[in-house]
């Protein structure tokens, strides 16, 4: 059964850290673009970041460039999302996504990352 499993998030202040990791089993993981998207309370979903199987092709929304990294190990099977210098504007559910072509599939249950001011 093809899953993703989100963990790290939690609840930090304004300037602060977090790290994010999403575990995929059931799928060839080495093979597949992840992703990181996240839904904030009273908003849709919306795109945080990718990163390809060759681990060096990488995309960031405008509000998290320069804040966020995307990584991936692939023997670990796992992605992780640093998320740097926090903004209150970042509170959301995140959640992992593995690319299909054009979509995206595997979502996860997500991961809830509070910033407070």
């Known amino acids: 059964q093809a899953r993703v499993v989100e963990s790290g998030g939690g609840v930090v202040q304004a300037g602060g850290s977090l790290r994010l990791s999403c575990v995929a089993s059931?799928?060839?993981?080495?093979?597949?673009?992840m992703a990181w998207f996240r839904q904030a309370p009273g908003k849709t979903r919306e795109f945080v970041a990718q990163?390809?199987?060759?681990?060096?092709?990488?995309s960031y929304s405008d509000s998290v460039k320069g804040r966020f990294t995307i990584s991936r190990d692939n023997g670990q099977r796992t992605v992780y999302l640093q998320m740097n210098s926090l903004k209150p504007e970042d509170t959301a559910v995140y959640y992992c996504?593995?690319?299909?072509?054009?979509?995206?599939?595997?979502w996860g249950q997500g991961t809830q990352v509070i910033v407070s001011s």
């Open positions: 059931g799928f060839t993981f080495g093979g597949r673009d």
């Open positions: 990163i390809s199987w060759v681990d060096v092709i990488t």
């Open positions: 996504a593995a690319r299909n072509g054009d979509t995206y599939q595997y």
